[in-house]
């Protein structure tokens, strides 16, 4: 299993940026594929981005194309979120995830097996 907590929330202002980390143990990090998730209240989880175990595939939701990176340090065990020109809309509970099985790719959340805790991003006008 990997153990996933993620950190890097905060209230920052539209047009503002953060950097979310989601720190992950486990040896066999580096073979799973990592996503992020968010959930605004009453509202379902709804996918962000991910990045392939290998690094070297990226995906990303319509809503956040252009403004959003996200990016793996497999020596650090850690993925990242970095997002720019934050909007109210970004407004959520940001979590991280891990591929259900290494080595695999990644196609809809049931491909996910591994939850953080979440972190909250609130963006405000």
């Known amino acids: 299993q990997v153990q996933l907590v993620e950190s890097g929330g905060g209230l920052v202002q539209a047009g503002g940026s953060l950097r979310l980390s989601c720190a992950a143990s486990g040896r066999t990090f580096s073979s799973y594929a990592m996503g992020w998730f968010r959930q605004a209240p009453g509202k379902e989880r709804e996918f962000v981005a991910t990045?392939?175990?290998?690094?070297?595939?990226?995906y990303y939701a319509d809503s956040v194309k252009g403004r959003v990176t996200i990016s793996r340090d497999n020596v650090k065990n850690t993925v990242y979120l970095q997002m720019n020109s934050l909007k109210p809309e970004d407004t959520a509970i940001y979590y991280c995830?891990?591929?259900?099985?290494?080595?695999?790719?990644?196609?809809?959340?049931?491909?996910?097996?591994?939850w953080g805790q979440g972190t909250q991003v609130t963006v405000s006008s």
């Open positions: 990045i392939a175990w290998s690094g070297s595939r990226t």
């Open positions: 995830a891990a591929a259900r099985f290494p080595r695999t790719a990644v196609y809809s959340i049931d491909d996910f097996g591994s």
